[in-house]
Nanobody, 122 residues
């Protein structure tokens, strides 16, 4: 099973980016999808999640109202739409799959991607 992120890059504050997470040998039909990020010198933090069963979405306070998590109909690709980006959003972004019908914020992630870098300049 592989998760491959794409869509990162260098943008200016206020711009938008959409990250993609393509899954191979796995469909998000049986996994909850999540995005995490890790800025240089900081710990990894959870950003957003989408429950498999309910399609409910969850966001950290730092991105609520600006980011949106989704998946495609085939459930092999997940997305993170990021609007009104801020320099504080600069980080490596990782997608992950959790083998849980409903997102468990305290549960372990089953699979991880290798990340894509997002850099937001002032």
């Amino acid at each position: 099973v592989q998760l491959v992120e794409s869509g990162g890059g260098l943008v200016q504050a206020g711009d938008s980016l959409r990250l993609s997470c393509e899954a191979s040998e796995l469909t998000f039909d049986h996994y909850s999808l999540a995005w995490f990020r890790q800025a240089p010198g900081k710990e990894r933090e959870w950003v957003a999640a989408l429950s498999w069963r309910t399609s409910g979405t969850y966001y950290s306070n730092s991105v609520k109202g600006r980011f949106s998590i989704s998946r495609d109909g085939a459930k092999t690709t997940g997305y993170l739409q990021m609007n009104n980006l801020e320099p504080e959003d600069t980080a490596f972004y990782y997608c992950a799959a959790q083998g849980s019908l409903i997102w468990d914020p305290y549960g372990d992630m089953t699979y991880w991607g290798k990340g894509t870098l997002v850099t937001v300049s002032t």
